[in-house]
């Protein structure tokens, strides 16, 4: 199966049946995208496919064959910079133990980018993309997908926030 991970084309040889989380660390060896509930409820699997957050403990590898697909290794762009919000992140303490921080991260992003996209929330849905806040409940309803058990989601919100405004 062909895909572009982390803007390099690469060609992957996996069981029909393995879950593209399962791909991603497995048989590529990324190991940033974590394991935490692998049934869809915690978010700490979440990457961007095509830019739109996904949960990857419940995709199928294949059914994402020739998509572009970024990981928590991806996010830099190929630079040794850090992603603006990963500096954010660290600038307003958004983790403790740091294990949900990656899914949290490609979902912040993929959620700022629908924002920028003007796709609007259940929260906000009688806003338009000039007028969308990313105010406190916004903020709460759009990341609810993605559990932080150390309760960092001050520091999380903080950090999205400063990159959003
Ligand atoms: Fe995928 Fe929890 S590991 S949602």
Redesign the pocket.
């Known amino acids: 199966m062909h895909y572009i991970i982390n803007a390099q084309p690469m060609d992957v040889i996996a069981d029909p049946r393995t879950s593209l ?1 399962d791909m991603l660390r497995d048989n590529l060896g990324l190991m940033g995208t ?13 990457v961007l496919v095509d830019g739109e957050r996904i ?4 995709a199928l590898a294949v059914q994402y064959e020739g998509r572009e697909i970024t990981t928590v290794e991806g996010l830099s762009g190929g630079s040794d910079a850090l992603h603006p919000l990963q500096s954010a992140f660290i600038e307003h303490d958004g983790f403790q133990c740091g294990y949900c921080t990656p ?1 949290q991260l490609c979902s912040a992003i993929g959620m700022l980018g629908k924002i920028e996209r003007g796709v609007p929330s259940a929260v906000t849905a009688d806003l338009s993309a000039e007028t969308m806040a990313l105010d406190h409940d916004e903020l709460r309803e759009r990341m609810s ?1 993605n ?1 932080c058990r150390c309760g960092a989601y001050n520091g999380i919100a903080e950090a999205i926030t400063k990159v959003h405004a």
């Open positions: 989380l974590k394991k935490g509930c692998n049934q869809g409820a915690c978010g700490a699997c979440t949960n990857a403990c419940l899914g997908g559990l």
